[in-house]
């Protein structure tokens, strides 16, 4: 049976992803081509030594199996193509980097790319194509929900609730919150870098500083 793989997203993310992705493969002892997949390519060029085709190149290639982690940090943009490859049978693929730390019970969904030296300790639950980059970490008894981005070196202390689509800034202090009343990251909320969250942050608002505070936009505030 032949099986190809793809890092689909040939951008920061994507190349950042693809060393991951090889340790992945390497680790599980098989032996199969990564090929990069980027929509803006319109032919077949060489990305730091791996091909990369755009999507309708790569479903043309023959093969029996095939799998794609979506390494494209926005996640509205990761949720249409994950729909994409379900439709044609493309089967989601997790990588993480050798030396992340995973402990017990954690419940990781399709999708997952755990980034260089991410730790993610005990009794956490994680929904459908997470992203954690370099040096992240989630404590015990978080739920997070799907397409969640974490850039380089969060903190996500224990008992924090995480809705979909939530973006956590570099270098972002989330407080832990109790296990009758975690702290709550609503649905599309944006964590900005540096933030310290140290109270539940609404759906759809930006939160910014220490502590964090809903950024409004200042009518009045002439540039
Ligand atoms: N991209 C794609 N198909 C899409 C949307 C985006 O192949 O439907 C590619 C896009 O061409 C770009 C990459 O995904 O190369 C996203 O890169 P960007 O620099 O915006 O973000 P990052 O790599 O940080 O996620």
Same mark, same amino acid.
């Given at each position: ?7 689909? =997203?040939?951008? =920061? ?6 060393p991951v992705?090889r340790e992945q493969?390497e680790r ?5 081509? @990564? ?9 077949? @060029?060489? +990305?730091?030594? /791996? ?18 982690? +979506? ?25 993480q980097a050798d030396n992340v ?13 755990l980034?260089p030296f ?7 639950? @994680?929904?459908?194509?997470? /992203? ?7 404590? /015990? ?19 924090? /609730? ?14 832990? =919150? ?46």
């Open positions: 049976m032949t099986e190809i793989y793809a890092i689909y =997203g040939a951008s =920061g993310c994507g190349r950042s992803l693809m992705a493969l599980d002892n098989i032996q199969a081509e @990564i090929y990069f997949i980027d929509d803006s390519l319109t032919e077949k @060029i060489t +990305i730091n030594g /791996h091909v990369a085709l755009n999507y309708e190149a790569f479903k043309e290639l023959k093969a029996d199996k095939k799998f794609a982690l +979506i390494a494209i940090a926005n996640s509205q943009i990761r949720e249409k193509i994950a729909i994409k490859l379900e439709q044609d049978a493309i089967e989601r693929w997790t990588v730390v995973l402990m017990d019970e954690v419940e990781i969904s399709p999708g997952a790319a980034s991410v730790t993610i300790t005990s009794n956490i639950k @994680i929904g459908k194509c997470f /992203h954690a980059n370099l040096y992240s970490y989630v404590e /015990h008894d978080c739920v997070i929900g799907d397409y969640v981005t974490f850039a380089p070196g969060v903190k996500c202390n224990g008992n924090i /609730h995480i809705e979909d689509h939530a973006y956590i800034g570099t270098g972002a202090v989330i407080k832990q =919150g109790t296990p009758d009343k975690p702290l709550v990251i609503g649905k599309g909320a944006v964590v900005g870098m540096g933030a310290v969250v140290t109270k539940s942050v609404p759906p759809g608002v930006t939160v910014v500083g220490n502590p964090a505070r809903i950024l409004e936009k200042n009518k009045f505030l002439k540039f």
